[in-house]
């Protein structure tokens, strides 16, 4: 693998390490199992692209991206918390919606932003008058921005609010018995978790230079991959670490996958990459199950 | 304080298994009174705790706690004036989250939760004052899951949780039915110094009789939704569970054969 490639795919898992954060907080805190973000993803990415176009600060853009997301994580569980549907299915139907959505937005199925101002941009013209080259500036930007998210994360999981949101994905009865408004709590945590999604979006529009509407196939799937690599790599305890897993299980995910289509004797294509997730997703839940046989033996 | 003032509550209105749950119970509960509350199975025993504590919603009749009338208020916002304690061990604590967690977040109830740490350093400082007074070791383990504790470990803290933050109204649902009578006899025991300690208003569920003469201030029996005998003070002092069974056969007018209501 050339330093060229390792770095991309390094930087990609940093895009996407803020989709495992978001779903960290669907998944795991509120144990919400939420597709909406496989529409989410490219709303980002559509509302950020829409906006550089048409000439918008880039850093406004990306929170506009954010607000876009949690309104739609918001729609996700407003019908699953009011309405008693499923969260499955309501957020499938948030899904499926989020992409007539995201046409309308951009107007047609992708936007390309090349030669536009990025968040990137001043550190590439910085990194450029120190020399240092494109590929490493853009995934050290992506580190700090993903890192001070997370840092963040961590800190409010460990607040009263935070805590209040745990009880109700862990123990939703306990919750209601301590005063914890359960119906409050998992809309907000819907909404915070496809802000960060749409956001994930936005910096994947912004370093790969385009939008397109089909950009969040199996996003949920990556991001769910993310987290359980990183669960499995350093299952201590504790909520920063477990932060720190999510955002190293993206990188980690995503040079294994760069390193799968460099090996040519395997013969995967690029066109395998979905089926390659799947059962690598597959192999990492099934893994601690597969331990415990083992053990019991 | 507790007042229930002819409160009404029915399953499954309209259907063919509609049963009336409680049907016009009135009870007062001063503050400081412990309240025992027994009856065989269905009398409306827990359906009188749900419905004080919000997780059933009354028919018709008023509850008021503290003096501030909560009838239509959901549980989540009657909390802050009310604890309860459940008879599963699972249910009234979260496995997932470590011991210190679980005693925040009840430590909170009743306030705003903010942005502040739930386990900073004032906070975390009380927590381990309750728990080491209890004496079982426990103040060392706050960083562990609640999960790995058994269920004797578990009920006691939920009494702690219970009585952390400043409501003073318990309530009480079976609470030892799942211990063993070791453990059970301890969790009693705090729970009566735990009452006396912070002067606490107590309605508690309970399936032996002995418990319901021996522990508290009060004695009330339920049957078919009503209350049938409520004794207190001098006269509850002279009565023995050979009285109690008595009343309930008069009461029911039918010999007793509920093998639960008789143990213990």
Redesign the interface.
Known sequence: MSAFAFFGAVELGLVYALVALGVYISFRVLDFPDLTVDGTFPLGAAVTAVLIAGGWNPWLAAIVSMIAGAAAGLVTAYVSVRFKVLHLLASILTMIALFSVNLRVMGRPNVALLNEETMLTPFLTWGDAAGMPDYIVRPLFLFVLVTLFALGLAR?L???????M??TG??A??????????GAHILSGIALSNALVALSGSLFAQTNGFADVTAGVGTIVVGLAAVIVGETLLPR?GLLLAMIACMVGSILYRLAVQFALNLDFIGLQAADLNLATAVLVLFTLILPRLRQKGRAA | MITVDSLFVTFNRGTPIERKALSGVSLTLEKGEFCCVIGSNGAGKSTLLGAI?GDVMAESGRITLDGRDVTRLP??????LV??V?QDPL???????TIG?NL???A???NR???????GKSRMETLLARVEELGIGLEKRLGQ?MGTLSGGQRQTLSLVMATLSPSSIVLLDEHTAALDPANAEFVLHLTASLARRFNLTVLMVTHSMRQALDYGTRTLMLHEGGIIFDVQGPERATLDVEDLLEKFRIARGQSLADDRLLAG
């Open positions: 409010f460990v607040s009263d609010l935070g805590l209040a745990r009880a862990a123990n009865r306990m919750a209601q018995a301590q005063g914890i408004p359960v305890r | 504590a549980a989540e916002k009657r909390a802050g604890a309860r459940f249910a009234g604590s979260c496995g997932a989250l967690e925040a977040l009840a909170a109830r009743g939760r903010g942005l502040g740490k739930a386990l899951p």
